[in-house]
Every structure is written in structure tokens, then in C-alpha cells.
């Protein structure tokens, strides 16, 4: 059974003050590691989608790697528009779309 | 990207009853998939709808309590049946491809 555990659960940041979201895993074989924003009362909003070991990607200021058990994601100077609560998951990938198990989410604060 | 709009989006019940959830997305895919995601909580796959077969269940879900229709491949139904309080969710539809997983903006649901 695949399972997937984020921390920290909460991160209050100042803005400009980078860190990094950790996401680890456990699945009998990597098909997909996905990151997520959601704002609250919204549908998740889709980041980045890695597959394997030392892959890197990049949004403005989030950069999202990837280890054989751990992704991170890197918050650059970040700002109070990014404060949300970012979730990853592993997908089992189908003929069309993936069926993903979520992580618990690390709810982001970002103050001004 | 896919754009995938939900009706209603947000709803207040009586336990016992019955609510159906529409999912709509822009453009044809084969296959669509419906989360919960229980107060304070991250997304749990329900189950696996394709055009024209019966919707694959994960471990936990039933037929019974939320029968899924797949008319054509742009729409999809999710009924949640004889309701409790613990029922009370939000339930998104996603679609893919593979590499990429979009999700519907959700219907919250409120159970008394």
C-alpha cells in the first residue's frame, strides 16, 4: 500500500525567508510523485509532476526535487500570496489521468 | 489544461437523503476520478469512472452508498445515498492525463 507523509504539518514564514516542504513515501514502485497547491474552498491546483531520482522543476519561486524516498519543495523568498496548503501525492498512472495517493498537506503561512 | 466545473457547490442535507453531484469537463476523456476530502483532511480517492463500464471502487467505498454514472466523455455523476453527518465532505472530480492531474473546484457538502 502506497503511503505518503508531509511535514512539517504547519510552516509560518517571514517574507523572503526561504525553506523547504518535505514530502516521503512509501510505494512498491514510483509511478509519479505530484505537488499540489489548495486554497481554502478550492479544488487543488496542479505544480509539478516528477518521475525519478535527482529530476528538478521549477515555478517562480518554487522548485520542486526529487530522491528515491523524499521530494522536497523549495520556497524561495517567498510571499504572502503563497501562503496555501500544498499537497503531494503518488499516482498510479492510468490510460488517461492518474490515480494518486495524497499526503496530509503542510499549510503554509507566509506573513508580510 | 482541462477546465472542469461542478454543480452544486455547496450543499446543505438531511440525513437519509440523497445528493447527486455533477462533474463537466471541456473536452472528451476516458477516464474520470471523484475524491473526498473530509473536514481538516487531504484527499481520498473514491472511484474510477469510464465511459461506457462500471466504476472501479477503492478499498472502503461501495456501489451502494455512491453509485457513479458515465453517460458520455465529458460528464460524470457521483451520488452520495442515505446520508449521515459523516458524510459531510468536500467531493472533487479530476481528470488527467497521466502526467498531469486537474481537479474541479469541489462541492462542499453539509449533512445535518
Known amino acids: 500500500e502506497d503511503q505518503v507523509t508531509q511535514s512539517p504539518e504547519a510552516l509560518r514564514l517571514q517574507e523572503g525567508e526561504s525553506s523547504s516542504l518535505n514530502c516521503s513515501y512509501t510505494?512498491?514502485?514510483?509511478?509519479?510523485l505530484f505537488w499540489y497547491r489548495q486554497d481554502p474552498g478550492k479544488g487543488p491546483e496542479f505544480l509539478f509532476t516528477?518521475?525519478?531520482a535527482g529530476e528538478e522543476k521549477e515555478k517562480e519561486r518554487l522548485k520542486a526535487t526529487l530522491t528515491k524516498k523524499e521530494s522536497f519543495l523549495h520556497i524561495t523568498a517567498p510571499k504572502p500570496e503563497d501562503s496555501a496548503t500544498y499537497l503531494c501525492?503518488?499516482?498510479?498512472?492510468?490510460?488517461?489521468?492518474?490515480?494518486?495517493?495524497f499526503g496530509e498537506g503542510t499549510q503554509l503561512t507566509v506573513n508580510p | 489544461s482541462a477546465v472542469i466545473s461542478q454543480k452544486p457547490s455547496r450543499d446543505i442535507c438531511q440525513r437519509g437523503t440523497s445528493l447527486t453531484i455533477q462533474c463537466q469537463v471541456d473536452s472528451q476523456v476516458t477516464m474520470m476520478f471523484w475524491y473526498r476530502q473530509q473536514p481538516g483532511q487531504s484527499l481520498t480517492l473514491i472511484a474510477t469512472?469510464?465511459?461506457?463500464?462500471?466504476?472501479?471502487?477503492e478499498s472502503g467505498f461501495v456501489i451502494d452508498k455512491f453509485p457513479i454514472s458515465r453517460p458520455n466523455l465529458t460528464f460524470s455523476t457521483l451520488t452520495v445515498s442515505n446520508m449521515s453527518p459523516e458524510d459531510s465532505s468536500i467531493y472533487l472530480c479530476?481528470?488527467?492525463?497521466?502526467?498531469?492531474?486537474?481537479f474541479g473546484p469541489g462541492t462542499r457538502l453539509t449533512v445535518l
Open positions: 516528477l518521475y525519478s
Open positions: 501525492a503518488v499516482g498510479v498512472q492510468e490510460t488517461s489521468g492518474s490515480r494518486l495517493t
Open positions: 479530476s481528470v488527467g492525463p497521466s502526467d498531469t492531474q486537474y
Open positions: 469512472a469510464n465511459q461506457g463500464s462500471e466504476a472501479t471502487y
Open positions: 510505494v512498491s514502485g514510483l509511478r509519479g
